[in-house]
């Protein structure tokens, strides 16, 4: 029972370095989410998914780049990392007409 | 965005004691609502859902208030255990419904 994972869960990184976070689901869910979570902010909402080679902006997209070939996998690329982009990233999903999202584990990512 | 806010940011009570978390919204169109508990280095973990047809609903050990005319939402937690301490999140689904938008949470700590 897999569920929804994340890779790596910890990454340090240098600014202006390219960056990507896995997320693999075993579900079969079509929607699939990534959300950055920070102190004062709570989740706030990146990209998401609703099926494969369907995505959408968030509240939050600027500096991020998304995917979905496979319905499985939604990796999420920082093509230039910042400072402001340390944070902690969550890849969720959920089944086409319900509204229940699935958290990941999470990965604590750092820029210096 | 959306302001989905928490009166507390945190809350101490004693084993055994009930807990009442509150969380107050923004967007009258939003129609369904989620708390969710994060323990410490993992993700965020679905508990309740209620829909605005409802004004309640009761899980195992958990119930859900929703009072649409002020826009507030609450969760209750019966004879809380040391388990329960984490931090728990409102989330509303705004406009669209593919978009959740979550509080800033509230550390809920259970003391024996």
């Known amino acids: 029972d897999a569920g929804i994972t994340q890779s790596p869960r910890y990454k340090i990184t240098e600014t202006g370095r390219q960056v990507t976070l896995m997320c693999h689901q075993t579900?079969?869910?079509?929607?699939m989410f990534w959300y950055r979570q920070d102190l004062g902010h709570g989740l706030r909402l990146i990209y998401y998914?609703?099926?494969?080679?369907?995505?959408d902006k968030g509240e939050v997209p600027d500096g991020y780049v998304v995917s979905r070939s496979k319905t499985e996998n939604f990796p999420l690329t920082l093509e230039s990392a910042t400072r402001s982009q340390t944070s902690v990233y969550f890849c969720?999903?959920?089944?086409?007409?319900?509204?229940?999202?699935?958290f990941g584990p999470g990965t604590r990512l750092t820029v210096l | 965005g959306e302001s989905v806010g928490l009166h507390l940011p945190t809350l101490s009570v004693q084993e055994g004691d009930n807990s009442i978390i509150n969380c107050a919204y923004s967007?009258?169109?939003?129609?369904?609502f989620i708390w969710y508990k994060q323990e410490s280095g993992k993700g965020p973990q679905f508990i309740i859902d209620?829909?605005?047809?409802?004004d309640k609903r009761q899980g195992q050990r958990v119930t859900v208030l929703l009072n649409k005319t002020v826009k507030h939402l609450s969760l209750q937690i019966a004879a809380t255990q040391p388990g329960d301490s984490a931090v728990y999140f409102c989330?509303?689904?705004?406009?669209?419904?593919?978009?959740?938008?979550f509080g800033t949470g509230t550390s809920l700590t259970v003391i024996p």
């Open positions: 579900w079969s869910h079509s929607y």
């Open positions: 209620i829909r605005s047809n409802m």
């Open positions: 967007n009258s169109a939003s129609d369904y």
């Open positions: 998914s609703a099926a494969a080679d369907i995505t």
């Open positions: 989330a509303e689904n705004g406009d669209t419904g593919n978009q959740f938008y």
């Open positions: 969720a999903s959920r089944l086409e007409y319900t509204d229940t999202q699935y």
